[in-house]
């Protein structure tokens, strides 16, 4: 049986012209031979007066990439300097790969800040950056209204069998998970109530505390977290994978706004349903008080019904309901305006969905600091 003879890799400085250095390429260059380095060739280049490097590789019995990256790390050595690099001597096909790797742009922090930035700079980019986000949601809520009012007039473009799936994605499929969570709650709340109330010997007001509050605040927002990190995240998955894809691009060259196509369907369908699984919540949040005050309490299944029946009210379950569109209107544009912000990579896709699902959560919390406030001004 033969062996293949493997010739060692080697390179050699000709500065036989003036301005001029011709690298001589001999022997396999791959990676599973030992490849001569940079830091070698500096070595035997002349100290300085060097115009031109050019390259010899007549001699060369093979390639591989190992060869690729010693003449990357070759260009990038002299990147900075006057010297020109001549490829018309490389292999046939080391050129092309080389053009296209250095065509790949190279990538930069998205956030656009340097580690050397001033702090008073970083501040001011921040600023700005904040003020750039703040306009960009204006704008794509008055898009938002707009597109509504289209609907209003019987204008807009989008598919039925679209919005009912949707509907059915952002309701009956939340079914499960919104059930546990609500029930939990229910049950924490009870129990912890439970421990301070059975001090005063009050254990039937379990049942006002977990009434109010979940049918009042607590129902609508867990619902609205639960789909935010559940839809609203799925909303700007989907349409950051479209922006990806050029599927947005390729919408508006056919004269239809991502806007009443995408964006509009996803609004209404979990404007309509959120009300509907608060309502489910509120449920099982007070089944979950319930079982807590039967089992804990000693306190019978009907004294628990006549006691939340009374404490709720209709106003308590208004404003929960009140909660609930809004929770769903800012979860939905949540994750529609980061779709549609989305980049052009894989991992601006994850960025979108994390930033899908802070926004919303943000907005769920103000909105319900501001609607607490309103009605404690009003005075219900």
């Known amino acids: 049986m033969k062996t293949e003879l493997v010739h060692p890799a080697e390179l050699a400085i000709d500065h036989s012209s003036a301005e001029t250095v011709l690298i001589r390429f001999s022997g396999a260059w791959r990676n599973d031979n030992q490849i001569p380095s940079v830091e070698d060739l500096d070595r035997q280049l002349p100290a300085g007066g060097i115009a ?5 590789s007549s001699a060369m019995t093979g390639w591989d990439s190992g060869f690729l990256v010693f003449l990357i790390e ?6 900075g300097s006057q010297i020109e690099i001549d490829p018309s001597g490389l292999p046939d096909g080391v050129s092309s790969i080389l053009a296209i790797a250095s ?4 990538k930069t922090d998205s956030g656009g800040e340097s580690p050397t930035d001033a702090f008073l700079v970083r501040v001011g980019k921040d600023t ?24 209003v007039a019987g204008k807009a473009r989008f598919r039925t069998v679209d919005f009912v799936q949707l509907l059915r994605e952002c309701g009956a499929d939340a079914l499960p998970i919104v059930s546990m969570i609500s029930l939990l709650v229910g049950l924490i709340l009870a129990f912890v109530g439970a421990i301070q109330l059975q001090m005063f010997g009050a254990q039937i007001y379990v049942a006002n505390l977990v009434g ?18 559940r839809t609203g995240a799925s909303f700007a998955a989907q349409l950051g994978t479209m922006q990806v894809n050029e599927e947005l691009d ?49 306190i019978s299944l009907v004294e628990y019904y006549v006691q939340t029946k009374g404490a709720i ?42 930033s899908a699902v802070v926004t919303g959560i ?3 919390v103000v909105a319900t600091a501001l609607i607490t406030v309103m009605c404690n001004i009003i005075g219900i």
């Not at 979990?270 to 005050?293: E, F, H, R």
């Not at 939905?332 to 960025?351: F, I, T, W, Y």
């Open 52 to 56: 031109r490097i050019g390259f010899d």
């Open 74 to 79: 070759l260009k990038q050595r002299f990147s």
């Open 103 to 106: 065509a790949v742009p190279e």
């Open 128 to 151: 700005m950056a904040f003020f750039q986000t703040v306009m960009e949601m204006l704008a794509f809520i008055g898009d938002a209204v707009l597109a509504l009012a289209r609907v």
């Open 212 to 229: 109010v509050a979940m049918v009042r605040v607590l129902g609508a927002v867990m619902t609205g977290i639960i789909i935010t990190g």
């Open 250 to 298: 390729a919408l508006e060259t056919l004269g239809i706004s991502p806007m009443d196509f995408l964006v509009l369907p996803r609004m209404l369908a979990l404007t309509i349903m959120m009300p509907l699984l608060c309502l489910y919540a509120d449920l099982m949040g007070v089944l979950g008080g319930l079982i807590v005050g039967v089992s804990m309490l000693d």
């Open 313 to 354: 009210g209709l106003t308590n379950l208004w404003i929960g309901l009140f909660h609930s569109v809004v929770f769903g209107v800012l979860v939905a544009l949540s994750g529609c305006l980061r779709g549609l912000q989305c980049g052009r990579s894989a991992s601006a896709v994850g960025e979108a969905t994390t």
């Open 362 to 364: 943000v907005s769920i």
